[in-house]
């Protein structure tokens, strides 16, 4: 017997679809307490925050790998808000793509008068924790495929004993 579908009031349509994005290309134009403006970004674009998440992962990585010590804790939160104002303001073609110059920008930035005032009063709230949601989930998921990825060698490498003991027999 077949269902009847119940029509609603509004079918979704691609063009419904695109112009739910819209918001993320309105732009703001943002003063600082000094008087400096900014054009920023109020709603984070998700492409655009998995495209810096990515960024915010090879950073870390290579300044793991090249300055032989992680960065602390407080420094990788504040790296990541670096990133939200590289992304998200139109500083984005200021800052460089380099990990080195990016460091040193970074340690500059952070300690401005700006950072903290962007951070805090020109961001969204809500923008910020979807940032880090995410992040949480990316990590999340690269648990749970390297606790699989772990798994699987361990069976794979009890199956190759296995089969070695019949070989041998």
């Given at each position: 017997?077949?269902?009847?579908?119940?029509?609603?009031?509004?079918?979704?349509?691609?063009?419904?679809?695109?112009?739910?994005?819209?918001?993320?290309?309105?732009?703001?134009?943002?003063?600082?307490?000094?008087?400096?403006?900014?054009?920023?970004?109020?709603?984070?674009?998700?492409?655009?925050?998995?495209?810096?998440?990515?960024?915010?992962?090879?950073?870390?990585?290579?300044?793991?790998?090249?300055?032989?010590?992680?960065?602390?804790?407080?420094?990788?939160?504040?790296?990541?808000?670096?990133?939200?104002?590289?992304?998200?303001?139109?500083?984005?073609d200021s800052?460089?793509?380099?990990?080195?110059?990016?460091?040193?920008?970074?340690?500059?930035?952070?300690?401005?008068?700006?950072?903290?005032?962007?951070?805090?009063?020109?961001?969204?709230?809500?923008?910020?924790?979807?940032?880090?949601?995410?992040?949480?989930?990316?990590?999340?998921?690269?648990?749970?495929?390297?606790?699989?990825?772990e798994k699987?060698?361990?069976?794979?490498?009890?199956?190759?004993?296995?089969?070695?003991?019949?070989?041998?027999?």
């Amino acid at each position: 017997m077949a269902q009847k579908i119940k029509k609603s009031k509004s079918t979704l349509t691609l063009s419904k679809a695109e112009k739910s994005v819209e918001m993320y290309d309105h732009t703001h134009l943002f003063e600082f307490s000094d008087g400096e403006t900014l054009i920023i970004y109020p709603r984070f674009r998700p492409s655009l925050t998995e495209e810096m998440l990515e960024e915010y992962g090879h950073l870390l990585k290579s300044i793991n790998e090249n300055v032989g010590s992680p960065l602390r804790d407080k420094d990788q939160i504040y790296l990541l808000h670096f990133l939200i104002v590289k992304y998200f303001t139109d500083l984005k073609d200021s800052f460089s793509n380099d990990w080195e110059v990016i460091l040193s920008q970074f340690n500059t930035f952070v300690d401005s008068i700006y950072f903290k005032e962007l951070m805090e009063v020109a961001f969204l709230r809500e923008e910020i924790q979807k940032v880090w949601d995410k992040a949480n989930e990316i990590v999340s998921t690269l648990t749970l495929m390297s606790k699989l990825d772990e798994k699987f060698r361990e069976k794979m490498n009890t199956l190759e004993v296995q089969n070695q003991d019949l070989i041998n027999i």
